[in-house]
């Protein structure tokens, strides 16, 4: 089993910056594709972005390329998310989620707050 524990979210002004982490526990997730993924009020759960075990290959939505940045430190079983521009279509709830190989996501966080003010 892997937990996963996201933190990091608030609120912030549009154009402002934060920094999400995903730390994870209960087994290394060196060999997990890794995600962060977000949910707006009355909206269905978008992927934002992903990294592959080794941080070699990333995806982005269309909505943050250029502006987020997922990366990964194995060392300290933990995965983060740079957001950048941010923007009040940015506002969601945001969640961690892990997989083996090509499976689907298995392991999900509780998801963090962000709330961007215009």
């Known amino acids: 089993q892997v937990q996963l524990v996201e933190s990091g979210g608030g609120l912030v002004q549009a154009g402002g910056s934060l920094r999400l982490s995903c730390a994870a526990s209960?087994?290394?997730?060196?060999?997990?594709?890794m995600g962060w993924f977000r949910q707006a009020p009355g909206k269905e759960r978008d992927i934002v972005a992903t990294?592959?075990?080794?941080?070699?290959?990333?995806y982005y939505g269309d909505s943050v390329k250029g502006r987020f940045t997922i990366s990964r430190d194995n060392a300290k079983n933990t995965v983060y998310l740079q957001m950048n521009s941010l923007k009040p279509e940015d506002t969601a709830v945001y969640y961690c989620?892990?997989?083996?190989?090509?499976?689907?996501?298995?392991?999900w966080g509780q998801g963090t707050q962000v709330t961007v003010s215009s």
């Open positions: 989620a892990a997989k083996l190989g090509i499976t689907n996501w298995t392991y």
């Open positions: 209960g087994r290394t997730i060196s060999n997990y594709g």
């Open positions: 990294i592959n075990w080794s941080g070699a290959t990333t």
